[in-house]
C-alpha cells in the first residue's frame, strides 16, 4: 500500500463527508449514535472475540503489562462504551448555535455561528474505547473524524469501525464521516499530522513520548494534552482541615490521572503547624515525600528533593513538597515548574485567592478544591475528548464545543458600507 | 551578532515581562497608552525624519512605488497613528473578566476567566503605523509583544520603539513587554517562528508571500490571515435592487481590500433579467468582466473566466462572474473557491438565507450586505489586530478578544472529590 496516497484518499473522503455532516440535524446524527450504542451491545461477543485476538497478539510481542492491561476489553468495559456514546447522543448539539447578535451603527446586524472544525484526526494509543468514543464526539459536534488508533488494537478497532460505518449508513450519512485508519504502518501517522489541506485539527490522546514526537513533526494545528504537574498551595491563612483533606485527595484519590498533586507547596508560617500532620497522612497511604530542606527539618521521613522534582509528573505515590516565603514565591514556582494543567490554593483570604486565579497561568485554578476536579465531567461538559494544556483554540478540558468554531454572521437587508 | 542568541534573549525577555504584564491593572496599561499617544504626537518632527531615513533609503534601493507608498509617512499618518492608540486606550479591558461561574452537583463552582495568551509574536512588512498599532493592542489585552516590522521601516520603527520604552517606563511596566527587533537580518524571523518556549501565538501581517514562508517554516500557532477571495451570490429569490447595490458596493467601493468581492454567481433563473444591468454598472465603473459561458452570452464585453479565475483575488478591477443552477451550486462553488473570508447571498427567501449561513464554511457569512462589512471596526471590535483566515482560536477580524484565551477557575470551600 502506498501510504502516502492512502491518507491523501482518507483526507479527501473525510474533506468531501465533513461537507454534508456540518449541515447534518440533530435528529441524523443522534440516530447514529443511538444505533451504534445498540450495535455494540448487539455485538459484544463479536468486539470481545477481535480484543482477544489483539491480546494474544500483544502477548506474544511480549507487550508489558500495563499496556496489556489497557488494551483489555471486558464485558464491562464493551456496556461502558456504549453508553458513552448513549451519553453523548443525550448532549445539546453545540452545531449552528446563534449568539450575541447585535445592530451596529451601519444598520446591519452582527453576531455569531457555532460551526464543526471540519475534520479531526485523533491519535491514540491501544484503548478499543476510544475509538467509539472520540468517533461519537466528533459525529456530534459535525465533525469528521480520522482515527488511528495503537496498532495492538487493531482488530477490535476494525471491529467497531464496522459498526459505526453500519450506523451512519442506518442514519443517511456518509459512510466517510468516521474513518479509521486501516493500517499498522507507523508512516500512516506522519502523513495524518501534515495533510494540512484536509485536517483541521489533531487530537492527540495518549503518552507524552507520541505527544512529544507530534509536536515536533506535525504542521496542522493541535489540541495538545503534554503531562499534570499540579500544584496544591497552601497559604498563610489556610484553614487546616481544608488543606489536609484537599491534600488527601489531590494527591491520594488516584495516583496515574493527570489531575493528580504531584507538587505541595506550603507557606513558611504555618510549615510548623501544618506540615507534620499532612506528611504523616501521606506517609500513613504510603506516599514518598521529596522535600526541600525546610521540609526536611519538620518531616524526618523525607527525602532531598531535586531539581528535577519539581518539574516531575510522578504518576505515582510520590510528592515533592517545598516550603515557600508566600504567594508570591508560589506563583513563581508554580509558573516556572507546572506544565500548565491545574493548581489550586487553599486560603480564606480573599484578595489572595483572587491573586492566585488571575496570575497563576494555568488551565484550571482553584480557589480551596482538589486538583482532581478538573475533569470535563466535573465541569459539566458531559464529555471530554482530552485536556488542553495549551492556551490556543482551547484550554483545560476539551468537550464537544472544543471541537468546533464560531464564524461571523452578518444579517443585512440590502446594506451596503459607506 | 549570534541571530539565535539575541532572539532567545528577547523571547526570555518577553516571557519575563508577560507575567507582570498579565496582572497589570486597567490603569496601568492605560497610563502607558494614553503617554505613547502623546509621545507621538510630541516627536512628530522626529517620527518624520526618521521616515524620510528610510524612504531615501528605499529609493535609493529601487523599492517598487507601492512599496514606498505603504512605507510613506505623511503628518497625517502621525496624527492617525497617535489616535488608533488613544481609541485602543478607551476600550474596555478584556483580562480578567469572569464568566459563566455556576454551581455543579459536586458543590464547586466553575466559571472561566479571560486571561492574556502570553507572548505575540507580529510579524508585518513596511507599514509604520503597524508597530505602534500592534504595541497597543497587545498591551491592552495583557500580552508581551515581539515586534518585527519590514527591514525599509527600520529608522522609523526604532524611533517608535523608543516612544514606546518611554511609555512603559512611565506607567511602571516592564521595557520588555514591547520588543521591537533591532536587526534587519532575515534570520530572526526563523528564530522568531520558532520560539515556542517563549512565543505562544504569530500574527503575520503581511501579503501573500511573507505568510506562505511563515505557514511552511512556523512552529509556533499562527492566527493566518491568507487571501480574500470573496464572493457575491444573488440567488432566484433576490431582490433586483438590492443585488446590484451589493455588487456595486463589494466590488467597487475600494478594489485592494481584502475583503472586496472578487466572484459573482448569480441562479440561473435571474440571470437574464439581473446580469446586464450589474454588467453595464461594473463595466461603466471600469471593472473588467471574466464570466463563464452564460455569462458571456448575456453580456458581450466579458472575456471568457479561466479554472484559475474562480480561485483568485484580484485587489484589482476585475470581477469573475458565474451562472449557477442555484444555492446548492452556488455553496459548493463557494466552498470550493473560495479562501474562506467572507462570503454574501442576496435573497429574500429566509430557509435558503439560512442554509447559506450555515454552510458556507467562510469566517464571515452575509445576507443581505455587502462583503465590505467584514472589518473589525463594522463589527464593533474597536480595533482589529487582522483577519483570520483559519478556523482554530480566532475566525475573521480579530480584535482584543482574539489575543486572549480563557482558563478555567474553580470555587469551593474545602471540596474533595469523591
Not at 480520522?146 to 471491529?159: D, P, Y
Not at 480557589?367 to 478538573?374: C, L
Amino acid at each position: 500500500m502506498d501510504i502516502k496516497q492512502y491518507m491523501q484518499t482518507v483526507g479527501r473522503q473525510a474533506r468531501a463527508a465533513s461537507r454534508r455532516l456540518a449541515s447534518a440535524t440533530t435528529a441524523e446524527k443522534n440516530a447514529a449514535l443511538l444505533q451504534l450504542a445498540a450495535a455494540i451491545r448487539r455485538d459484544k461477543a463479536a468486539l470481545l472475540a477481535a480484543n482477544a485476538e489483539d491480546l494474544t497478539a500483544a502477548r506474544a510481542n511480549g507487550l508489558e503489562p500495563a499496556m496489556v492491561d489497557r488494551l483489555t476489553l471486558t464485558d464491562k468495559g464493551v456496556d461502558n462504551m456504549a453508553e458513552g456514546v448513549e451519553q453523548v447522543a443525550k448532549l445539546p448539539d453545540p452545531i449552528g448555535e446563534i449568539s450575541d447578535v447585535k445592530f451596529r451603527p451601519s444598520g446591519i446586524q452582527v453576531g455569531k455561528m457555532r460551526v464543526p472544525l471540519g475534520v479531526i484526526g485523533i491519535i491514540y494509543e491501544a484503548r478499543p474505547n476510544v475509538t467509539a468514543d472520540a468517533a461519537a464526539l466528533c459525529l456530534k459536534s459535525g465533525n469528521a473524524a480520522i482515527l488511528r488508533g495503537g496498532s495492538e488494537a487493531i482488530h477490535c478497532n476494525r471491529a467497531i469501525a464496522r459498526l459505526i460505518q453500519e450506523a451512519l449508513q442506518y442514519a443517511g450519512l456518509p459512510a466517510e464521516a468516521v474513518q479509521v485508519i486501516d493500517t499498522t504502518d507507523r508512516a500512516a501517522v506522519g502523513e495524518l499530522i501534515t495533510l494540512r489541506e484536509f485536517v483541521d485539527v489533531i487530537v492527540p490522546r495518549g503518552g507524552k513520548g507520541l505527544i512529544a514526537r507530534l509536536l515536533a513533526e506535525a504542521r496542522v494545528p493541535m489540541i495538545q494534552h503534554l503531562d499534570g504537574n499540579c500544584h496544591v498551595y497552601i497559604d498563610d491563612e489556610a484553614d487546616p482541615a481544608k488543606a489536609l483533606k484537599i491534600v488527601e485527595n489531590a494527591k491520594t484519590q488516584r495516583y496515574g490521572t493527570c489531575n493528580t498533586a504531584e507538587s505541595l507547596l506550603v507557606a513558611r508560617s504555618v510549615a510548623a503547624a501544618q506540615l507534620p500532620a499532612i506528611a504523616a497522612m501521606l506517609t500513613g497511604k504510603g506516599v514518598e515525600i521529596r522535600g526541600c530542606d525546610e521540609t526536611r527539618a519538620l518531616v524526618p521521613n523525607a527525602v532531598p528533593a531535586t531539581e528535577e522534582d519539581w518539574a516531575t509528573e510522578y504518576l505515582a505515590p510520590i510528592i515533592s513538597v517545598k516550603v515557600v516565603a508566600g504567594i508570591d514565591e508560589a506563583i513563581e514556582h508554580i509558573n516556572r515548574y507546572s506544565s500548565k494543567h491545574t493548581e489550586a490554593i487553599v486560603t480564606d483570604h480573599h484578595p489572595k485567592a483572587m491573586r492566585f486565579l488571575r496570575e497563576v497561568d494555568s488551565a484550571s485554578v482553584m480557589i480551596n478544591a482538589s486538583t482532581r476536579f478538573a475533569d470535563g465531567f466535573e465541569y459539566g461538559l458531559g464529555a471530554e475528548i482530552g485536556i488542553s494544556t495549551d492556551k490556543i483554540h482551547a484550554r483545560g478540558p476539551v468537550g464537544l464545543e472544543g471541537l468546533t468554531s464560531e464564524k461571523w454572521i452578518v444579517l443585512g437587508d440590502g446594506h451596503v458600507r459607506s
